[in-house]
């Protein structure tokens, strides 16, 4: 990320880093801890 941003106009980076994050951050985990969340209760995740 850093040497992307740093040859990359501000608006470029925050581009790529959008994109990059939206990628890799698809998991059932996010999901269970986001759900856990929003009902008070303790995540549960698979091993």
Known sequence: ?????RDHSVADGLTY???WNAAM???QDIQSAM???MSKQAP????
Do not use: E, G, K, P
Request: net charge neutral; proline share 0%.
């Open 35 to 37: 759900m856990a969340a």
């Open 25 to 27: 951050l698809i998991s």
């Open 1 to 5: 990320m850093l040497n992307y941003t």
């Open 44 to 47: 549960v995740f698979r091993d």
């Open 17 to 19: 880093i959008a994109t």
